[in-house]
């Protein structure tokens, strides 16, 4: 989800929230507070789910197999990170 979607939604769902606060309550004081009070709870929300994400994909992960048979492409070590450095490209001579 892209961050001016994810901003969208946050902003209407708290103008929602404060708005129904506001007509339930008739305070702009208390609004205020509970709406600020929603939007630091629904951000801890949002990092958790987040964080759950992140935690879920990486115990899925599966580390690859080295049994030799893997060839190093242009650009490549041995290992298949990517080098900068492949000796045929070299700056300043």
Same mark, same amino acid.
């Given at each position: 989800?892209?961050?001016?979607?994810?901003?969208?939604?946050?902003?209407?769902?708290?103008?929602?929230?404060?708005?129904?606060?506001?007509?339930?309550?008739?305070?702009?004081?208390? @609004?205020?507070? #509970?709406?600020?009070?929603?939007?630091?709870?629904? &951000?801890?929300?949002?990092?958790? %789910?987040?964080?759950? *994400?992140?935690?879920?994909?990486? @115990?899925?992960? #599966?580390?690859?197999?080295?049994?030799?048979?893997? &060839?190093?492409?242009?650009?490549? %070590?041995?290992?298949? *990170?990517?080098?900068?450095?492949?000796?045929?490209?070299?700056?300043?001579?």
């Amino acid at each position: 989800m892209s961050f001016p979607l994810f901003f969208r939604g946050l902003f209407g769902v708290l103008v929602l929230f404060a708005a129904t606060t506001y007509c339930v309550k008739q305070s702009v004081w208390t @609004t205020t507070i #509970q709406t600020l009070t929603v939007a630091v709870l629904l &951000q801890v929300g949002y990092f958790i %789910g987040v964080l759950m *994400i992140v935690w879920r994909s990486g @115990t899925k992960a #599966q580390p690859a197999e080295s049994n030799g048979d893997m &060839q190093a492409s242009p650009g490549q %070590g041995g290992d298949g *990170i990517l080098s900068i450095h492949d000796g045929e490209h070299r700056m300043g001579g």
